[in-house]
């Protein structure tokens, strides 16, 4: 089976695009970032509208009175309650979840922040965070977003990432490099 993943990101691509130049032409780019989180919530929430988002047997026609009946439900309505219907009508709910994602990547970069992935070993302390924001914010000019995920595995240090770029100071790869150099030595 072919791998669509780039064909779904080319079109939440266009769609967030598209969506993110009619917010900022109604001033409503916030507005618009929080009912589509509010959206995304309903989808991870239920399995029911994760099937009706993602399965083809729905016709646009079932997708898209669904979809309005859950708007008015929401009360989400206005650009992302058209934009929904939208997507529904041109059977594109299967990219909302992307098209989600890649509108809050949007905001973001137009904002100049940018987000770090960072894996630690041990939960970081506020102070901890504040100083590791300070100094990636140093290191990339830009406002600095972390999204922190545990990892005993790692044994000590973290691990970050962000866009192509990676700092691995964890433990566990400073000991399977050891590892590996005793390896070659012996």
């Known amino acids: 089976m072919a ?6 990101s080319g079109v939440a691509e266009r769609y967030a695009s598209s969506l993110y130049e009619l917010a900022a032409d ?10 589509l989180g509010r959206f995304q919530a309903m989808i991870d929430g239920s399995a029911d509208l994760q099937r009706l988002v993602n399965s083809p047997v729905f016709s646009a ?22 934009f929904l219907k939208v997507v529904a009508r041109n059977r594109r709910l299967f990219a909302v979840p992307a098209i989600i994602r890649s509108y809050h990547e949007t905001v ?21 965070e504040k100083e590791l924001k300070a100094a990636l914010a140093s290191v990339t000019g830009k406002t600095v977003t972390l999204n922190v995920t545990v990892d005993a595995s790692l044994l000590g240090g973290l691990i970050v990432k962000i866009g192509s770029r990676q700092v691995d100071t ?6 399977s490099t050891l590892k590996h150099t ?3 030595v012996g």
């Open 182 to 184: 005793l390896k070659e």
């Open 108 to 128: 973001a970069r137009e904002r100049g922040e940018v987000t770090a992935d960072v894996k630690t070993a041990h939960a970081l302390s506020a102070a901890q």
């Open 170 to 175: 964890s433990l566990r790869t400073k000991l």
């Open 26 to 35: 109604a001033k409503s780019i916030d507005a618009v970032a929080k009912d």
């Open 61 to 82: 026609e079932d997708q898209s009175r669904s979809i309005v009946a859950l708007m008015a439900k929401a009360g989400i309505s206005g650009l992302v309650g058209n």
């Open 3 to 8: 791998d669509n993943s780039h064909q779904i």
